[in-house]
């Protein structure tokens, strides 16, 4: 059996839904899967042993600059491509308008979710199979059972398994003993105050613990170097390719991160890693795996959902606080040494 997946981003999403491969494929014997993603995630897929091939496509590119495609021919190869293989199913584990659409014209069933379920209604109208999963639980657990249902199986009891094979990417880096900070993130309002940061990793390395920091923008660049400066012990990496980034995290003992992408790589490589969420909420997109630790924010107003802060500090706030260095206030909850605690006890279980 060959079914198409189209999951075209962001690499949290994309990450989540291979667990769901592997339950496809100890179910069906002799299934794979060729997946439609975003060029910049297409590495991941191809570390999981269900997918036969990786369909890039560049929709974050290619609406910027529409004309352009379509005169250069991208548009038309990519279609041709999708029209290669004759297909038994085509999933839509994405759920928007943007991925719906990509079916169009393609002579195959098209399962995905029904319109109750589905984070864009309008894009239920494409779907042959439109199927229900209730809201309200783990992004992971929401895909396995799309995937369940569409291919006719029931999902196992146990926490899903990524299938990515951790000690192959890994390599000579599985020899050293450190951690990695995951510091930067999307929304503004999910950055742990660089303060915190630079405490936890003098923390870190009081206790004999070697830190890295990755980065992958100038303003990341920047903030790691801050971190690091004048501690001895904290190193931060060069700019990685994901597929680099993927071995470094493979080779650590744990992870801190804040919510983003490449804290659901380190779930999906088994990195046990203490998660920070301020204004989100864990329970739905939290790194999901064994040995995560999540430390979520009880600041009245959190989990607020919301890419920019709307509290106004009080006046006893700026008594408590730094307002220049603790915000968004709700990770004041979540201060350096709880974290350092957390750290220590998921270093323990690694041995």
Not at 76 to 98: C, E, M, N, S, V
Not at 165 to 173: D, F, T
Not at 199 to 207: F, G, K, S
Not at 230 to 240: D, S, T, Y
Request: net charge positive; glycine share 8%; with cysteine.
């Amino acid at each position: 059996m060959r079914v198409l997946l189209i999951k075209t981003s962001s690499m949290g999403d994309v990450i989540h839904t291979l667990p769901a491969l592997t339950d496809a494929q100890a179910a069906i014997p002799g299934i794979s899967f060729d997946w439609v993603v975003e060029e910049g995630f297409a590495e991941i897929p191809l570390w999981h042993p269900a997918v036969a091939e990786v369909i890039p496509v560049a929709i974050r590119r290619w609406r910027k600059h529409p004309l352009k495609t379509l005169r250069s021919g991208e548009w038309r190869r990519f279609r041709q491509r999708l029209k290669t293989h004759k297909y038994d199913l085509i999933i839509d584990a994405q759920g928007l308008l943007k991925s719906a659409l990509l079916t169009t014209g393609l002579k195959t069933p098209v399962a995905g979710l029904d319109r109750h379920s589905v984070r864009e209604p309008l894009a239920s109208r494409w779907y042959d199979q439109p199927l229900s999963v209730p809201w309200g639980q783990h992004a992971v657990e929401r895909v396995r059972q799309l995937f369940a249902q569409a291919l006719g199986y029931q999902v196992p009891a146990e926490t899903g398994d990524y299938g990515v094979n951790r000690a192959y990417l890994a390599g000579e880096q599985a020899a050293e003993r450190y951690v990695v900070f995951l510091h930067g993130t999307t929304w503004v309002t999910k950055h742990w105050p660089e303060l915190y940061w630079k405490q936890l990793a003098q923390l870190a390395v009081e206790r004999g613990i070697q830190v890295k920091l990755p980065w992958g923008n100038d303003a990341e660049k920047a903030r790691a170097e801050r971190i690091a400066q004048g501690i001895a012990g904290v190193q931060v990496l060069p700019r990685l390719p994901l597929a680099g980034m993927a071995r470094i995290l493979a080779g650590a003992r744990a992870c801190v991160a804040v919510d983003t992408g490449l804290g659901h790589l380190a779930a999906a490589l088994d990195v046990p890693t203490v998660s920070l969420f301020g204004p989100t909420n864990p329970g739905w997109s939290g790194a999901y795996g064994r040995s995560q630790v999540h430390l979520a924010s009880d600041f009245p107003c959190a989990p607020c959902m919301s890419k920019k802060c709307k509290y106004e500090p009080t006046p006893d706030d700026a008594r408590q606080f730094d307002l220049r260095q603790e915000l968004p206030l709700c990770f004041t909850r979540l201060q350096p040494e709880r974290v350092m605690l957390e750290l220590e006890g998921v270093l323990c279980l690694r041995g």
